[in-house]
């Protein structure tokens, strides 16, 4: 099993340019998640979807958008991207909309913007 | 609101050696917690978690961890290292109450074992 897919792998963007990060999951899992790890910051989320059809804002959600295509697929969007912006992004998938249920994740994109 | 506080950035310890790495958590409500451990250049990996029941919680790899709810805490043990142990963990704790709220993490604490 593939688990959680994220592509790309790495990222070099100049300031302003615009891109997505594309996710996939083979689990059927309902919920999935975008968040960024920078160093001592641990995780933050940005966005998350409970379900097919649903995005909500996370802590850090300015500067992005979300789409969940179908129950498989869950993109970010970095429309105007900044240097802020430079971090490691991690998709998750979870089995349940509340959160007991462990969350997946992929190996992340690490993006730098310059 | 939730949060999470770990409360080492770095714990080096030698090979075979005990170790605890530290969480503390604060909540108005009931909680779930999880400890995730990352390895270099991965995505995040479930070790343990707490739902419910007995306080005392093993995971893969030979860890386990308390939940002391009069302490708010929920530190994670291993009795004896490997170098393979080396990573980044994370605790994380959700709200049983509201639904839909997400995952909270700590800033991590970094595990460096040498031989």
């Known amino acids: 099993n593939a688990g959680v897919t994220q592509t790309p792998k790495f990222q070099v963007l100049k300031t302003g340019q615009s891109m997505t990060l594309q996710c996939a999951q083979d689990?059927?899992?309902?919920?999935m998640y975008w968040y960024r790890q920078d160093p001592g910051m641990g995780l933050r989320l940005i966005y998350y979807?409970?379900?097919?059809?649903?995005?909500d804002k996370g802590e850090v959600p300015n500067g992005y958008n979300v789409s969940r295509l179908n129950k498989r697929e869950f993109s970010l969007r970095l429309e105007s991207a900044a240097p802020s912006q430079t971090s490691v992004y991690f998709c998750?998938?979870?089995?349940?909309?509340?959160?007991?249920?462990?969350?997946?994740f992929g190996n992340g994109t690490r993006l730098t913007v310059t | 609101a939730q949060s999470v506080t770990q409360l080492d950035s770095q714990v080096p310890v030698f090979e075979e050696a005990p170790v605890e790495l530290r969480c503390n958590y604060s909540?108005?409500?009931?909680?779930?917690l999880f400890w995730y451990v990352q390895y270099p250049n991965q995505g995040l990996q479930l070790l343990l978690k707490?739902?419910?029941?007995?306080?005392l919680v093993k995971g893969i790899n030979g860890f386990e961890a308390e939940f002391n709810k009069s302490q708010t805490s929920f530190h994670l043990r291993k009795p004896s290292v490997h170098i393979s142990d080396t990573a980044e963990y994370f605790c994380?704790?959700?709200?049983?109450?509201?639904?839909?709220?997400?995952?909270?993490f700590g800033k991590g604490t970094t595990l460096s074992v040498s031989s």
């Open positions: 979807s409970a379900s097919e059809g649903t995005t």
């Open positions: 909540s108005s409500v009931s909680v779930y």
């Open positions: 998750a998938s979870s089995e349940a909309r509340r959160f007991n249920s462990p969350l997946h």
């Open positions: 689990m059927n899992h309902n919920s």
């Open positions: 994380a704790v959700s709200d049983q109450v509201q639904a839909g709220t997400a995952l909270i």
């Open positions: 707490y739902l419910s029941g007995s306080t």
